[in-house]
């Protein structure tokens, strides 16, 4: 930088002034200035994308993430925790959703699972309506044949009645006949009320061997009857059961041995108390015809019978032994038939166990 300047005195110009500054450092300086701001500006903008990248990534990859399970869900699977671990909005979401999730699994779960239930209940009700179709035939075909044999004898009377002997066998059979029909609907009707009338059982403390010995009074006229003799064996026992229940099961029991017994037979009644294994234990002999091995299965089953004409000889029905088992259960207790018998291996032994009442047991302890 250059500069004059004249110099004036009284007489005039005196001369000049002459003054030089050199200016280049200025200019170097200005000229790293506006680098340093030039630099300055682009890394301003360098890290401003950067960070903004960053920044948004991060929100771009908890919205892929949140997605990614969204779609995850709707596929049919279901996540186990939440996508994103945020504080923020996204991470509410993401937690809105791991709950939305697990909601929906266990409402699938649970209806799966009623499904199944619903499954099952429509097998055993298909199941239940193919026994009840069976047990509808069954007992039109058993009440079929008593009052088959009743038609036929009334139109017999009606065509021919002037025969006494025809009378006299006519009023004997539709008496057999009319008693089989009858004992067939009571026990229809007894099955039936087992399934409904629960609440009429009264359990109270029962002693067995006295309640065996006044059944075994009350079949021991029939017994006589047919040349029988019976035996008993009794131990006293006390459980808890509904009285007439188990006098119901008592009686069946014996005018089962007696109906399918052979003349001059036996029947034993034998009961006995297990202490260690808390039960009282009944078995009931007959020396009758054995059941086969193939049948053994199927004897508590309503209707069945072993041998058809001997059941309609003796006016069997085959609910007896049906019967007496549901009475049985609903004691608590359990039948068997033994398949080793007395009598080197002739005649039928049916087995009862009921759970001893806690009276009992006291008792014992006590004598103890």
């Known amino acids: 930088m250059l500069y004059a300047a ?5 007489d005039g110009q005196m001369g000049a002034v002459w003054m ?3 200016v280049q450092s200025y200019h170097e300086f200005y000229t790293r200035i506006l680098q340093l701001f030039i630099w300055a500006g682009i890394t301003v903008v360098a890290l401003s994308f950067i960070l903004g990248y960053l920044f948004y990534n991060r929100f771009a990859v908890a919205i892929t993430r949140l997605k990614r399970s969204a779609d995850f869900i709707r ?59 069976q047990y509808i035939g069954n007992i039109s075909h058993e ?32 008496g057999k006949e009319t008693e089989r029909l009858y004992e067939m609907v009571e026990k229809v009707l007894h099955l039936s009320a087992l399934e409904k009338y629960d609440f009429e059982n009264q359990a109270e403390d029962v002693e067995v061997s006295a309640l065996l010995e006044d059944a075994c009074g009350r079949m021991r006229g029939k017994a006589e009857k047919f040349a029988l003799n019976m035996e008993l064996d009794l131990e ?7 009285r007439e229940s188990l006098m119901h099961i008592f009686i069946n029991m014996l005018d089962n041995a007696i109906k399918y017994n052979v003349p001059d037979g036996v029947i034993q009644v034998k009961s006995e108390l297990r202490m260690q294994e808390r039960q009282a234990v009944i078995r009931i002999y007959n020396s009758g015809t054995p059941i086969p091995a193939e049948a053994r299965e199927k004897i508590f089953e309503p209707f069945y019978t072993v041998n058809k004409d001997r059941a309609r000889k003796t006016g069997g029905t085959g ?5 007496v088992k549901q009475f049985v259960e609903k004691q608590g207790g359990t039948i068997t038939l033994l398949s080793d018998d007395p009598e080197d291996g002739e005649g039928v032994t049916f087995q009862l166990i009921f759970p001893l009442a806690d009276s009992s047991l006291q008792v014992r302890n006590k004598s103890e």
Not at 6 to 10: A, F, I, S, Y
């Open 6 to 10: 004249p110099l004036d005195g009284p």
């Open 20 to 22: 030089q500054y050199p």
């Open 75 to 133: 596929e049919g699977n279901y996540i186990t925790e939440s996508p994103v671990r945020r504080k923020d909005e996204l991470g509410e979401l993401g937690q809105g959703i791991y709950y939305m999730s697990t909601s929906i699994q266990q409402n699938i779960t649970a209806m799966h699972a009623e499904q199944q239930k619903l499954q099952l209940a429509i097998e055993k009700l298909q199941a239940l309506e193919q026994q009840q179709k």
């Open 143 to 174: 009440f079929k044949t008593p009052l088959t044999s009743i038609k036929a004898y009334v139109e017999l009377l009606d065509m021919y009645k002037d025969d006494p002997q025809l009378l006299d066998d006519a009023t004997s059979n539709i």
């Open 236 to 242: 006293p026992a006390v459980i808890r059961s509904d």
């Open 319 to 323: 609910l007896g032994l049906s019967l």
